[in-house]
């Protein structure tokens, strides 16, 4: 893939894991070097840490760190910080970012007219990554303002990439849907994870034993899923013998309705992210 930051230079306000993942996806993939980047934290342990470890520059003040990139003719603002934090931070940038300046907002819940608004800038992206970005494998879901040239969308995606996969929805609420499914989706897994362990260590099995067969089954079916191009039900009959153990297995999961906890699950996450963005345009 064309590398379409080699002239384009970074603020990320707010470093916390996160933000820290794309840095680390950035400089990994040779995407940047690390005079392109700057970053805040308020913490000076944290900065320093960040300085030694990837040799970035990084401030203790918010504004501080848009000036330094603000002169490069390509230059993206990434709000990185807490959704409890972006009401102050969005004052503390007012009348600092510029107009050419591309704002990316990875903030859960706020809404792309509320930071527009606060910053008199039309350039604006909103992404969701998940979990998995931590290590380069997770998926993004992102969209854009219209004042966002193709340039520049080539210029987020290759950004997006330092966090795995991305994928471009056509609308805002979308990114509402994408929090509460793919967002949030590793913390269905995560206790798919826990409460199958904890059946095979009632069967019998060591924790170790029963974590390492969840995690590989996990693993195993997941990518058999992707390579083989199947729908789910094709690939659960493919394994489901008349009269067998997951007939059995499935019986139980019918009658208990894990379909329908997973599906209010999904839709209660989405009215949340959709309340956080009201609660943010207030």
Request: proline share 3%.
């Amino acid at each position: 893939m064309q590398n379409d930051l080699t002239k384009t230079q970074s603020a990320f306000i707010g470093c916390g894991v996160m933000a820290e993942s794309i840095i680390a996806g950035l400089l990994r993939k040779n995407l940047v070097a690390p005079q392109q980047i700057a970053a805040s934290h308020p913490r000076a342990s944290r900065r320093d840490d960040l300085t030694n470890k990837y040799g970035i520059r990084v401030f203790e003040n918010n504004a501080e760190t848009v000036e330094a990139v603000r002169q490069s003719e390509n230059s993206i603002v990434a709000l990185c910080v807490k959704p409890q934090r972006s009401d102050g931070v969005l004052q503390e940038l007012s009348g600092t970012v510029s107009k050419n300046q591309i704002v990316l907002s990875i903030v859960a819940g706020a809404k792309i007219k509320t930071i527009s608004e606060a910053l008199k800038n039309e350039k604006i992206v909103r992404a969701m990554p998940n979990t998995p970005s931590q290590i380069g494998a997770g998926i993004t879901a992102w969209t854009s303002t219209a004042k966002i040239s193709e340039t520049e969308r080539a210029q987020i995606k290759a950004l997006l990439t330092a966090l795995g996969k991305e994928l471009y929805v056509e609308t805002e609420n979308m990114i509402d849907m994408a929090t509460s499914l793919s967002a949030t989706g590793p913390t269905y897994i995560f206790m798919v994870m826990e409460a199958l362990t904890d059946a095979g260590v009632h069967l019998g099995f060591s924790r170790e034993m029963a974590k390492e067969l969840v995690q590989e089954t996990m693993l195993g079916s997941v990518l058999f899923a992707m390579e083989s191009h199947k729908h789910p039900a094709e690939l659960r009959n493919m394994v489901t013998s008349p009269g067998g153990t997951s007939a059995e297995a499935i019986y139980q999961m019918e009658k208990g309705g894990l379909r329908t906890v997973l599906s209010k699950a999904v839709y209660a996450a989405y009215q949340k992210a959709v309340a956080l963005g009201r609660k943010s345009e207030k």
